[in-house]
């Protein structure tokens, strides 16, 4: 799957919407230092559906049939993960009997989300962030690379050659032969380097991890193509034999520190906003407007967050508090979840959404736990 998968996905569920109110979503933390085992990760997920069927009776007559198809298909899910991923939370978003399941390789906390729209917060967030690298492990004889997607490790290429010994052959000075081999590795490892530099049209990775003795990285990274060269985020000179829980382990290692670098520049550029601009939507109100206007490039969220969304039936407008809408004078309605209502409306209009995993960092987002990063500022 091309890197681009999440985004379309997220998109796809913020486009997702039921007159009825009818969308169930479940959200589940999976990660093993919460739930260490499937039993208990089922007893967790049957607690989110009785939470999701107590939700009935709020419903209008028309969308009952859809929300018990909804409900009996999301009791029925296997909770099985892809094979060979590591995942730490799942979002499910049912629309009648049709199940969509997206895995997450980061934490998510438990919620359900009945309504009109589907829940989308996690995953617009996840979305945004770097999640796909490639690492590639060289020595004179290696030249292997995987690819690390959200969790899961699949091999790329295996450049390997196995360097033939041509000792007590046509009498050989020590010398020639030592010039021989330094010959055939540099020349092995510029084909590794080529086949690299190749994977740029592939796929949208995110970082590559070289890892190796140092003579053989120090050489591979002079063969580097210009795509590489600007994406090599980290070199592991003591790192050899890798297995797919190390090669995860590296990219996870990798991507985090890309991830941190990113968001130390979208609070930089949210400082800047703020100094510059005294329209800088600051405020919950100012904000939805700004969603609403199609002016908002970034939306950053706190890791926790309930916010009060109200929004026009008419027109989609959003708000902050229940008022007739600007622009028809329809009364708005409350959204049922505001973050999802956000984020959605968010991502139809081409913007991104950001979790700030870190609760005291997300506190620089001001009291109400959310800030936006506007296009035309
Ligand atoms: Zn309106």
Redesign the pocket.
Known sequence: MAATGAPTRARALAELRSDDGALVSLVVDLDPRDTPTRADIGRRWHALVDAARREREGLERAGRAQFDAAVEALAAAGLTPPDGVRVRGLVAVADGGDVTETWLAQPVADRVVVGSRAAVWEIAGHAARPTSAVVIEVSRELGRAWRYQDGSVGELFDAGVHAERRHGQGGWEQADLQRWHDREARLHLRDAAERLERLRTEYGHHAIVVCGPVEATSAFSEELGPWASEHVAAVHADVRDLQTDGIRDLAEEALGELRAGREEELFEALAAQRARDASSPDDPEGLMAAVSDARVSCLLTAPALDIDVFS?P????LAAHFHE?P??G?PMQKEPSGIDALCAEVLVRDGSVWIVPDAEVARALGPAGVAALTRFS
């Open positions: 026009c008419q027109c989609g407008r809408c622009l028809d329809t």
